[in-house]
């Protein structure tokens, strides 16, 4: 006779979006292995984040980019049946086309306009071989491009720190700098936990309130993270 | 607690229940909810939910939320004298947006003033360099008042005319008596992510939205008027799932075996525990619901489309050409007199202005 009023409830999508170089110079000093491990090692953290924060739902792909770009896994897949499929690394670095690319995605549709802010995550060591501000521009002009939560980590000091740091879109926060493997595990894990905790309860807020680009609050981050100590363990 | 309000023609019903991720984190629920509706002629019926922000630099948000349902009650009971007639000039509109705003303004001031903010939450405020710029009438700089932003809708209904006003998110559902689901406002670009239009912003009274409707002989006023903060749309998988709302709350009226009334009933008693279910499978968020029931538009309905046993499950749109279901029945009569709320339709003895006078049914 009644019944609780609407049609069918659901929780908000996050999607949380992994843009990884794979250009020759990954194969160098073990950097794509690492970006395996570390990514793969992450996961179960991510999970138990996302577990805690029911009323997100994470859905994680990963977008590869070398000598033009693709998607390693197209469809947004629940993070607790999300697999990650080891990388190979050749070719040349073309981060822009890897941005537009992932600005298709990024449209309404697929994307709807109830979404969280997308989490967007891009790892390279090198600098882009093709038009990247091209491809910027492509991902800001979608909506959801400029409301992502943009995190980007340099492996290496071949990494082109200004492309990274446009692709933030914000002064408030730099790249992430990975010197050796131990410190792009740690980064992962932290974008994976304590960017993604964020992005999964941001609470309302007004235009520019948020510095430029970081669109939810994003934790401080630690100083192990964001700038560990130089060592003898520098490989890259 | 459910509030409501059971009048000869009207019934208010409406709740704000705290948030699924709020319970998890401890936040308090920073929506409220009030309404006004004036004695002994009923109308006008003033509801008015309002959202306060989440973020942490919002932390006196709930209070801000409760002054500005506080001053758009206020302000807004100043249309009982003010017919069709003199609202349709739009400069009434704008002046009432300003004049909310100001008053919001001086409340949060003298709040401020009462309580000033603790170093704590001096620290969380987001003080940006050169923003000295200060609010007419000398009120506090912008980034102290943002420590109370809120969204504030606001609906009206007058024995002329129904206003509907809004600023920043949540929605408004409207259910005709042929079982229409409307939103009267346009769509806001603006309110995407998790970003909103709010008090606390320099020019806020330019980013309200607004729809006034005129009610005469060919508008009549809806049988539902539903306002929501933005928790609740956000708990359904899409607007289309969200709009059914209004014609299944229409329908729990109409279906109840004992009656209209005590369809009523049903809702006020189910209505928290359905937006804690909502918050707890959809957004987490906050959410605030107010519905006025028109009870001589639900009975219209109830007439068109339902016997005992027959019941129109079609969503319609106002897009839509099909005519109303319409199926009549020995047995109405025996709801009718179970019910025994059916007063003559107060809008039929309303004067009806003229054609030229119904442009301000826009932006």
């Known amino acids: 006779m009644t019944k609780m009023p609407g049609g069918e409830l659901a929780t908000r999508p996050l999607h949380f979006i992994w843009i990884c170089d794979c250009s020759g110079s990954m194969m160098a000093e073990g950097k794509i292995q690492s970006l395996n491990t570390a990514i793969k090692e992450a996961l179960p953290a991510m999970r138990k ?106 492996i290496g000091g071949d990494a082109d720190n200004d492309v990274l740091q446009k692709f933030i879109g914000s002064s408030e926060l730099k790249p992430l700098i990975a010197k050796n493997a131990e410190a792009l595990i740690k980064q992962i894990k932290w974008v994976s936990t304590a960017v993604l905790q964020s992005a999964s309860s941001p609470a309302s807020q007004t235009k520019d309130s948020q510095p430029p680009g970081t669109n939810v609050p994003i934790p401080v981050v630690p100083d192990d993270i964001n700038n560990p100590p130089s060592g003898a363990g520098d490989v890259w | 607690m459910v509030k409501s309000l059971n009048k000869k023609n009207f019934r208010i019903v409406g709740t704000s229940v705290e948030g699924a991720s709020h319970k998890r984190s401890g936040k308090p629920n920073q929506d409220r909810i009030n309404f006004f509706i004036s004695d002994p002629s009923n109308l006008p019926i003033i509801l008015v939910v309002a959202d306060g922000h989440g973020g942490k630099s919002y ?106 006003l809004q600023l920043g998110d949540g929605d408004i559902l409207t259910v005709a008596e042929d079982g229409n689901i409307d939103k009267p406002l346009p769509e806001d670009k603006r309110l995407f992510g998790n970003e909103t239009t709010s008090l606390c912003l320099p020019e806020a009274w330019s980013d309200f939205r607004f729809r006034l409707i005129p009610i005469d002989s060919s508008n009549k006023p809806p049988a539902l008027i539903i306002i929501s903060t933005d928790g609740y749309a956000n708990s359904y998988l899409s607007e289309h799932e969200f709009e059914k709302v209004g014609i299944d709350l229409l329908e729990n009226i109409c279906e109840h075996p004992d009656g209209m009334h005590a369809g009523m009933d049903y809702i006020e008693e189910n209505l928290a525990n359905w937006l804690n279910e909502a918050s707890e499978k959809g957004s987490g968020d906050d959410i605030t619901v107010g519905i006025i029931c028109n009870l001589s538009q639900i009975k219209k309905y109830r007439d068109n489309n339902y016997e005992i046993t027959i019941k129109k499950k079609e969503i319609k749109h106002v897009s839509d050409d099909t005519p109303p279901l319409a199926i009549k029945s020995e047995e109405i009569a025996k709801h009718e007199k179970q019910d025994n709320i059916l007063p003559p339709d107060p809008s039929e003895s309303i004067d009806s202005p003229t054609n030229d006078n119904l442009g301000i049914d826009q932006l």
């Open chain 2, 59 to 164: 932390f006196r948000s709930g209070k801000g939320a409760a002054l500005a349902i506080e001053t758009s009650l206020d302000v807004c009971k100043g249309l009982e004298k003010v017919p069709w007639d003199d609202i349709k000039d739009k400069k009434i509109i704008d002046f009432l947006c300003r004049d909310i705003v100001q008053k919001w303004l001086e409340k949060v001031n003298s709040d401020i003033q009462a309580n000033p903010f603790t170093e704590e939450e001096k620290s969380l405020l987001k003080i940006k360099k050169g923003s000295s710029s200060k609010r007419p009438g000398g009120l506090n700089n912008i980034d102290l008042i943002s420590a109370y932003g809120s969204t504030l809708i606001t609906a009206v209904l007058h024995e002329t005319y129904v206003l509907y």
């Open chain 1, 49 to 154: 984040v996302a577990d805690e924060n029911p009323n997100a739902t994470v859905l994680v792909r990963a977008l590869k980019f070398s000598s033009g770009a693709q998607w390693v896994s197209k469809d947004p897949t629940p993070v607790e049946n999300f697999k990650w499929f080891d990388l190979d690394a050749d070719g040349v670095t073309d981060m822009g086309k890897a941005l537009s690319i992932l600005a298709d995605e990024l449209k309404i549709p697929p994307m709807t306009d109830r979404a969280l802010p997308p989490v967007l995550v891009l790892i390279s060591d090198g600098q882009p071989t093709d038009d990247f501000d091209s491809g910027l521009k492509k991902l800001m002009d979608q909506a959801w491009g400029k409301k992502a939560v943009r995190i980007s980590i340099a």
